[in-house]
């Protein structure tokens, strides 16, 4: 990247995301991805829940030694951790693990002990939207592995987007794909998944908001189930 490259104003950037979210509805993914990685260099990164490493996959194909983001909410599965090892361990990926300011037991010091039950907004925020916010400060664009038919509050996802909270471009070059997709990429390409979605779980959180989900319900129905909540809050 040049050095103004480097500098993009916020505006600059809004009407970069503008433009390639109009001009890559149609691409492929892995056109999406080389946009973004030619785009922004070193300061374009993945995030990963580490439910698949699909689009850290698709990024690693474009630019090897990606920097790829795991937020550790010190609540996850145990198959979700050891899914981030295997990934960092298998993959040509430098894997980032961002950790909230608290513990889990400092927390619960401060808050009480299963804030998740009794404010989960105020949970995520703590314990996502804060290490997030803090762990892409340096990035000027990060993607996500957003897809439309996941629920309807995704359904209106751009390829690429603007984040103003965070005055990021946002990239989610899979938002097209369907679960058929996914699962065919995955089989091509021998990606990692989490074991857990061969165990009734369509969506994969924290571990005390996560459930599996029954049949004929969508894919996000096991997380925060019962509470009226539908997303953490990294994503709106």
């Known amino acids: 990247m040049t050095t103004a490259e480097q500098h993009r104003t916020d505006e600059q950037l809004k009407a970069l995301a503008e433009r390639a979210g109009r001009d890559l509805e149609d691409a492929p993914a892995?056109?999406?991805m080389r946009w973004a990685v030619e785009t922004f260099g070193d300061r374009?990164?993945?995030?990963?829940?580490m439910e698949d490493a699909v689009v850290a996959h698709l990024a690693s194909r474009v630019r090897p030694g990606v920097d790829v983001v795991f937020l550790d909410t010190g609540y996850h599965f145990e198959e979700t951790i050891g899914?981030?090892?295997a990934v960092e361990a298998v993959m040509n990926v430098n894997v980032l693990t961002l950790t909230p300011r608290q513990t889990v037991a400092e927390q619960d010091a401060e808050y009480g002990p299963r804030l998740h039950d009794r404010d989960p907004d105020l949970c995520c925020k703590l314990r996502?939207?804060?290490?997030l916010e803090e762990g892409l400060k340096g990035y000027q664009a990060w993607a996500t592995g957003l897809r439309r038919d996941e629920s309807p509050t995704r359904a209106n996802t751009p390829v690429v987007g603007w984040d103003a909270r965070r005055g990021?471009?946002?990239?989610?070059?899979?938002a097209r794909w369907t679960q058929d997709d996914v699962d065919d990429y995955v089989a091509r390409h021998g990606v990692l998944t989490n074991p857990l979605l061969m165990d009734g779980y369509a969506s994969i959180g924290c571990a005390p908001c996560t459930r599996r989900v029954l049949e004929g319900e969508d894919a996000r129905a096991g997380r925060w189930a019962g509470r009226g909540k539908t997303e953490c809050g990294l994503h709106g």
Do not use: Y
Not at 128 to 131: D, E, G
Not at 168 to 174: F, G, H, L, T
């Open 30 to 32: 892995l056109d999406i």
């Open 128 to 131: 996502k939207v804060q290490p």
């Open 44 to 49: 374009f990164c993945v995030t990963s829940s």
């Open 168 to 174: 990021k471009v946002k990239v989610s070059p899979i």
């Open 83 to 85: 899914t981030r090892d």
